[in-house]
């Protein structure tokens, strides 16, 4: 009996410090994933301001920036990033005025303005924005310095020209809606990267603006339960900001807790945990001392010799207190599952961390990648690919994002998409890339396999669709035999019907040719004048006058211009033929053409159904027609405007459109006044 209880109570001390041992873990693990999320996003404002310190920023590059770090992917709907201006409060209007004019292709700056207005003699307004908060989308042009709370944590990181936490901000101050509460993290920015080695003085000389980021307290202290595995029910906790309750988790009995202090930058905060005694391990841990004695009370009752219970129950002990110390070792570490091939280097390119994602893609053995370069497996693309890589990355100091080939260690050959990111210190030197790369070999041989298979199809659709088509032809002209009037409409409405499925066919074998790089490029001196007013009336043509006015402007003297008239004639004709269809008949269509700067501006102008908001992100995808416009025409196979896209970035140039619904469409889009580069193929477009 007494070796027994000596056992009970060896397992007994053994499992409560397991418990104790557990539970200063669970903590731990989560205080350290809170100061991750906010060194996240430190980082991510130290990159933002590398950035911009290169050179301006505008919402097109604000937004593409976000696009390539992919943030969302790691922290959803987190944090809402801020660029703010410093403004005279005499020059706010005129400010307002150029952040329209800079910004009217993009809806969410017409009516742009400064608030509130305040006597202050600068004001600091919210210029870009990156959120999915719909209650922070309203703070564009917000001036921060009118928040005190924010105007004190602006002051604080100019004098410390790093990140600096504002204190407890309530949104309703602002949007009276909204009850959400939060802090805002300010860094700012100067022109000139040196300037956080200089006197206060001579930095508020260099302050140019500031980067700065909200993050919601629940979401700060929320959703941690993530990070443990077994999410032990049992351990809750509260957050404290002072005496301010920010995040409520412990119910009921308040006796017994655990406080843990946990300083995030230049703030303090109390985190007040659910007692120790309240963590609960494993069934089988909790219960591990019962289990001993009543082994122990087997033993005894069979006999067995005291000395031999005591060495197998202490035995016993230990080989299950190893194994759940082993267990809580491997709970430590973070599972390396992530499917990507995720690699880190330092600032020449030398690996230093490699993941298991790296060994299953490459065939290389972490063991084999760590001291060796990338161009391990890499180095099989041309060499100006590599040049401007490392020019983004190393000397613009910027993400990169591509489209690559590779080779395993097996010598087979793969393709690959790869977004590679610089990080930099506090001065703005490189400490190390991270590089993302993900094998789309199969993806892309999946798209050759359709586009193959598209063209096959077209092109053994279009011999019967060309007999139909002719043999309608002979009907109609009589040389099977007059026909009568129903018959001759039958025979119309044949080919009708017919030449939709010859101009569905086309389209897709223009777009499997381009795809798959077959079709020839023939540029020759082109009278731009000439292909436009051709275009516009074959289009009054085959429309049969659906529109009441066409009005064209191109600019005198155009030079001849070396393009594919062909191409070019294409993306003309899909644009205005759209336009003058869904205009209506009391429509009015503009078409423009003139010289800009080192391009070719085209503008197509209607006054017809438009293009409902919700939709305009995908008008230029395969396939797609906007609903409005297939309840207007029911004719159309949604492949114009990609072609015509194609087209014209193949050619060098840009397309793009604003829209209101009801109210109209206008297409722009550029070609280079230097022209298109000849190229040899196999085919030319369908006609």
Do not use: C
Not at 31 to 42: A, I, K, L, P, Y
Not at 428 to 456: C, H, V
Not at 458 to 477: C, D, E, I, N, Y
Request: charged share 25%; proline share 3%.
């Amino acid at each position: 009996m007494v070796a027994t209880f000596l056992v009970w109570r060896y397992v007994s001390l053994t499992i409560e410090g397991l418990r104790n041992e557990s539970y200063e873990n669970e903590i731990t693990f989560i205080t350290d994933e809170v100061q991750s999320r906010v060194n996240f996003m430190v980082d991510t404002l130290y990159n933002l301001r590398g950035m911009i310190t290169v050179g301006d920023v505008d919402s097109e590059k604000w937004r593409n920036y976000f696009l390539s770090t992919a943030i969302e992917d790691r922290y959803p709907d987190y944090f809402s990033f801020a660029y703010v201006d410093i403004v005279d409060k005499n020059e706010a209007a005129a400010y307002e005025n150029r952040i329209r004019t800079a910004e009217k292709n993009n809806p969410s700056y017409k009516s742009f303005f400064v608030f509130p207005k305040t006597d202050n003699a600068q004001t600091y307004p919210i210029r870009l924005l990156h959120t999915f908060d719909q209650d922070i989308s309203l703070l564009l042009g917000y001036d921060v310095g009118s928040s005190p709370a924010v105007s004190g944590a602006v002051v604080e990181s100019v004098r410390t020209s790093g990140p600096v936490m504002s204190g407890l901000t309530y949104l309703k101050l602002v949007i009276p809606s909204s009850d959400k509460t939060g802090y805002v993290v300010a860094m700012p920015i100067y022109s000139d990267v040196s300037a956080m080695e200089l006197s206060i003085d001579q930095r508020n000389r260099l302050l140019t603006n500031f980067v700065g980021v909200w993050i919601d307290s629940e979401r700060l202290f929320g959703d941690l339960s993530t990070v443990i595995e077994d999410e032990n029910p049992a351990l809750a906790y509260d957050v404290y900001d002072g005496s301010v309750l920010i995040s409520k988790g412990i119910e009921g009995n308040q006796n017994n807790l655990y406080e843990r202090e946990v300083t995030l930058l230049n703030k303090n905060f109390r985190m007040v945990f659910s007692g120790r005694s309240d963590y609960k391990l494993t069934f089988f841990q909790e219960n591990l001392p019962m289990f001993t004695l009543a082994i122990g009370l087997v033993v005894i009752l069979m006999w067995y010799g005291t000395l031999i219970s005591i060495l197998t129950a202490r035995k016993r002990a230990e080989e299950l207190a190893n194994t759940a110390t082993k267990d809580l070792k491997k709970f430590k570490m973070a599972v390396d599952g992530v499917s990507d091939h995720v690699i880190i280097t330092d600032s020449d390119g030398t690996i230093i961390y490699a993941n298991k994602g790296a060994e299953r893609i490459t065939g290389y053995s972490v063991k084999e990648m760590l001291g060796k370069r990338p161009s391990l497996w890499g180095g099989q693309m041309p060499e100006g690919f590599y040049e401007k890589m490392w020019k983004t990355i190393k000397v613009q100091k910027k993400p990169f994002s591509g489209q690559l080939t590779n080779k395993r260690k097996s010598g087979d050959v793969y393709e690959a998409e790869i977004n590679i990111s610089p990080i930099l210190n506090e001065k703005g030197d490189l400490i190390y890339f991270i590089g993302i790369e993900r094998d789309i070999t199969r993806t892309k041989a999946l798209d050759r396999m359709k586009t193959e298979f598209i063209s096959l199809a077209s092109h053994q659709l279009r011999t019967p669709l060309s007999a139909v088509k002719w043999f309608g032809r002979m009907l109609l002209a009589g040389d099977a035999g007059k026909l009568t009037k129903l018959q001759e409409e039958y025979i119309d409405k044949i080919n009708s019907s017919n030449e939709r499925e010859i101009r569905l066919v086309n389209s897709l074998l223009n777009i499997s040719r381009i795809e798959s790089g077959r079709i020839s490029i023939v540029p020759k001196p082109t009278d731009m004048k000439e292909l436009v007013e051709n275009v516009v009336t074959d289009t009054g043509i085959s429309e049969d006058k659906k529109t009441s006015e066409i009005k064209v402007d191109i600019e005198e003297d155009l030079p001849l211009l070396n393009i594919d008239p062909d191409l070019i004639r294409h993306v003309y004709m899909n644009l205005v033929t759209n336009a003058v269809r869904y205009s209506g008949k009391r429509g009015k269509v503009n078409v423009q053409v003139k010289t800009k700067g080192r391009y070719l501006f085209s503008v197509i102008e209607d006054s017809g159904i438009g293009i409902p908001t919700s939709e305009q992100g995908r008008i230029f995808d395969r396939f797609f027609r906007a609903a409005n416009a297939m309840k207007r025409e029911t004719e159309g196979t949604g492949l114009g405007l990609y072609l015509a896209k194609t087209i014209v970035e193949s050619s060098g140039g840009k397309i793009w459109f604003k829209s209101k619904e009801n109210v109209g469409t206008t297409f722009y889009f550029t070609l280079p006044l230097s022209g298109m580069k000849a190229k040899k193929g196999e085919v030319t477009l369908a006609k």
